[in-house]
């Protein structure tokens, strides 16, 4: 059998079983046709490491990074000599619009802050480049949608970061979820207490650290002047350039309970809370947040707070699908199921620990679709990605506006137009349009 077509019959079998190990092209060699060159734009944090991970996988060469900081850059291109033998070839942009100019570029990693995600990946798609592209998928709904149409007009593959989806275990709970022996399933929680996060404290205004293009780094946000409070992994707290905590972990966790309920669009979203405990810091988004989301068929509860490490079942973060026959719950380490008093029929399963290297296996997965031409064996596309980020922006939503909302899955919009103008779409500023 032909390298391609046993690569391509082996994805797609392993796709329809309940759970797969590692894919078999990590380990079968990659003819030179197949070899595919990687772009990083954003390369401090996730973009880093996503790159760091995918050249753990065969036929895979770095051939661009790209960074407004320069310290960066240069820090980055330096570690790179130390962890991948043929760096010849590796060139260094600034701006990602020329690193998109690049021929050798077939896929691009992009790592940047989250207001960058939905332009960096139209311009990709727009370039003929496949993507990787960090969660949550857009800044805004309006901006999910866009993602979707740029990788439907231009025919490309668009992997979103959401690597949950990669991991063994999770995808084994999600298929026990599926099951049914949980029983009908009415409430599911989802909990994210992230004692180690802390926004910065007030700072005055500054110059742009050398080396820095404070500009570019802007982009599409509002002219504000450089404040250190609101750089690098700070840009989290700001709603000009992300969403809280909702966005940065939420999207993980929202993943699953989406995944797991078979269910997207709620019916109605309301939420509390506040900078409750960090009053006194930089921060715009709240560090205390809980919303209540109505679907047609269960409730769904998200709860998170900052500066607390002690959740439900003692952990930080997880999912719990609440059913009539037990509860199963599921985080990062591991899922387990707790049986009901009076479950019918009886169900419990022992805490099952967490295995594997998701992250690689998710890039992997994406390199796997390029190779074969094959989007649907992709396991989280930007359409699936789309769909969970906009229900985190609906709980944000919600608390921005005060409001308990409405949503209309199939106009896409509230039922209140004053939130349709004010949240739905984020808006560009500094020359920037968002044209697919």
Same mark, same amino acid.
């Given at each position: ?8 019959? &082996? ?28 772009? %990083? ?10 790159? =760091? ?9 770095? %051939? ?7 310290? %960066? ?7 790179? #000599?130390?962890?991948?033998? !043929? *760096? ?6 600034? #701006? ?12 691009? @990693? ?36 866009? $993602? @979707? ?12 970061? =959401? ?36 926004? /910065? ?13 404070? /500009? ?9 002047? +450089? ?10 707290? +700001? ?36 900078? +409750?405990?960090?009053? #006194? ?24 707070? $900052?500066?607390? !490490? ?13 059913? #009539? ?7 990062? &380490? ?32 994406? +390199?796997?679709? @390029?190779?074969? *031409?094959n989007e649907k064996i992709l396991r989280c596309s930007i359409d699936e990605a789309a769909q969970v980020a906009k229900v985190c922006q609906l709980g944000n939503i919600a608390y921005r506006s005060g409001k308990k909302l409405n949503w209309d899955a199939k106009s896409g919009k509230f039922t209140e137009n004053k939130v349709n103008q004010e949240y739905l779409m984020a808006k560009y500023y500094n020359g920037y349009e968002l044209k697919v």
């Open positions: 059998m032909q390298r391609r077509h046993f690569i391509k019959n &082996s994805g797609l079998l392993l796709t329809g079983a309940a759970f797969f190990k590692q894919n078999l092209s990590s380990i079968i060699p990659v003819a030179p046709s197949d070899q595919l060159n990687i772009g %990083v734009i954003g390369i401090n944090g996730m973009g880093w490491s996503n790159l =760091q991970h995918a050249l753990q996988c065969s036929g895979v060469r770095v %051939v661009a990074l790209c960074d407004v900081d320069e310290n %960066v850059l240069n820090r980055r291109r330096a570690e790179l #000599d130390g962890m991948h033998k !043929d *760096n010849s070839s590796v060139k260094l942009y600034k #701006d990602y619009r020329h690193m998109l100019d690049n021929k050798d570029v077939d896929v691009v @990693i992009i790592g940047t802050p989250d207001h960058w995600h939905a332009l960096q990946t139209v311009h990709a798609c727009q370039a003929g480049k496949d993507v990787y592209v960090e969660k949550p998928a857009g800044n805004s709904i309006g901006e999910c949608g866009a $993602m @979707i149409e740029a990788k439907n007009k231009y025919g490309r593959k668009v992997q979103v970061g =959401q690597w949950q989806r990669s991991q063994e275990h999770m995808q084994e709970a999600i298929s026990f979820v599926h099951s049914g022996k949980l029983g009908k399933i009415r409430t599911v929680k989802l909990w994210c207490y992230q004692g180690w996060m802390k926004p /910065d404290e007030i700072k005055p205004d500054t110059a742009p650290p050398p080396g820095v293009d404070y /500009d570019l780094w802007l982009g599409p946000a509002r002219k504000k002047p +450089f404040n250190s409070a609101r750089f690098h992994f700070n840009f989290r707290w +700001f709603w000009d350039y992300a969403g809280g905590l909702m966005t940065d972990w939420g999207v993980h966790l929202m993943d699953l309970a989406v995944w797991g309920m078979k269910e997207s669009d709620p019916v109605s979203v309301s939420a509390l809370g506040g900078k +409750f405990a960090y009053p #006194d810091r930089a921060q715009e988004t709240p560090d205390t947040l809980a919303a209540l989301y109505q679907f047609e068929k269960f409730n769904l509860l998200w709860d998170h707070a $900052m500066g607390i !490490d002690n959740g439900l079942f003692k952990k930080d973060h997880g999912i719990a699908f609440i059913g #009539d026959n037990g509860t199963l719950q599921i985080d990062r &380490s591991g899922w387990e199921v707790m049986e009901e008093d009076k479950g019918n029929p009886p169900v419990t399963v022992e805490r099952k620990s967490a295995t594997g290297n998701p992250l690689r296996d998710h890039l992997q997965n994406l +390199f796997d679709a @390029i190779r074969n *031409n």
